[in-house]
């Protein structure tokens, strides 16, 4: 009789946070971007496809075509910035500390930061932990063969997948995730 009590407490128990959590993202996902659900599921396609490496699933990367140099690169992400107002707030070069550091040679690892300062700041009012967000980066990174790369944070993930955004910051949190993904496109490809 001991038995059967304790699987009825443990069912009831089990029960109840089922439903108690049910409810908690039933009532969520009326609060969620259209197609938050599908932006979901490719981040967890891309979490498996990485062998759960969570950075694999929540960035963007775009190989560089071969022939366009670091410095094109530089280049092409300052144009960009220019054309569509984002501003450019700082160079990390990593490399280059690491290389004064210890005097040798390091792969190429430099980061990029930029900043709708207007955006930023509703964001921010939007959700405090947008500011963990801030700002904007895209990293360069070479490979052990010699290739670069451009890494930057999936933006879909600020415009599409969570708690929907008012206007008009739906529209100039687009406006940023725009910049971004031309900045990687046009870099990656070397479109000045």
Not at 119 to 130: E, G, I, L, N, Y
Request: proline share 4%.
């Amino acid at each position: 009789m001991r038995i059967w009590t304790r699987i009825s407490v443990a069912s009831a128990l089990l029960a109840t946070a089922l439903l108690t959590t049910g409810c908690g993202t039933v009532s969520t996902i009326g609060k969620l971007e259209d197609g938050a659900g599908g932006e979901a599921s490719r981040m967890w396609d891309r979490w498996v496809e990485g062998n759960g490496d969570i950075a694999v699933a929540t960035t963007w990367e775009r190989k560089v075509k071969p022939g366009v140099t670091a410095k094109d690169v530089e280049e092409i992400l300052k144009l960009v910035a220019v054309e569509r107002n984002m501003r450019d707030v700082g160079v990390l070069p990593l490399s280059k500390e690491l290389e004064a550091r210890s005097g040798k040679k390091e792969k190429l690892l430099t980061v990029y930061s930029y900043c709708s300062p207007a955006t930023a700041r509703k964001m921010v009012d939007f959700s405090p932990h947008m500011a963990a967000y801030l700002p904007c980066r895209i990293s360069v990174v070479e490979h052990d063969d010699g290739s670069l790369w451009l890494y930057t944070l999936n933006m879909d993930m600020m415009v599409k997948m969570g708690r929907k955004l008012p206007s008009p910051l739906k529209e100039e949190a687009w406006a940023v995730r725009e910049t971004i993904w031309q900045m990687m496109e046009r870099a990656s490809k070397g479109e000045f």
